[in-house]
């Protein structure tokens, strides 16, 4: 089993930046995508990015244009989504996700979820 802990969330001014946090534990071993999706009220969880365990391989939405970066490390167990020149519409609550697959598409389903932590851009 994996358990995901999300941590960095907070309210921010547009045009600031935001480095997410995701502790990683369980049988790490066997996680081959980890990744970040997110959901602001009234609307569907939408894919942000992900990565492969390996970290050889990145994908992102085309919202992010450039603006996040996702990374991992697996000496700490963590993996990160870096957030710089955020947008009010990029207010939502942001969800580690990690999977046994490998990356497939953006439509990928992923067994583990973290509880989810809070970004407000504000403008």
């Known amino acids: 089993q994996v358990q995901l802990v999300e941590s960095g969330g907070g309210l921010v001014q547009a045009g600031g930046s935001l480095r997410l946090s995701c502790a990683v534990s369980g049988r790490t071993f066997s996680i081959l995508t980890a990744g970040w999706f997110r959901q602001a009220p009234g609307k569907e969880r939408e894919f942000v990015a992900a990565?492969?365990?390996?970290?050889?391989?990145?994908y992102y939405a085309s919202f992010v244009k450039g603006r996040f970066t996702i990374s991992r490390d697996n000496a700490k167990n963590m993996v990160y989504l870096q957030m710089n020149s955020l947008k009010p519409e990029d207010t939502a609550v942001y969800y580690c996700?990690?999977?046994?697959?490998?990356?497939?598409?953006?439509?990928?389903?992923?067994?583990?979820w973290g509880q989810g932590t809070q970004v407000t851009v504000s403008s």
């Open positions: 990565v492969s365990w390996s970290g050889l391989s990145t």
């Open positions: 996700v990690a999977d046994h697959e490998r990356f497939g598409s953006i439509t990928m389903r992923y067994d583990y």
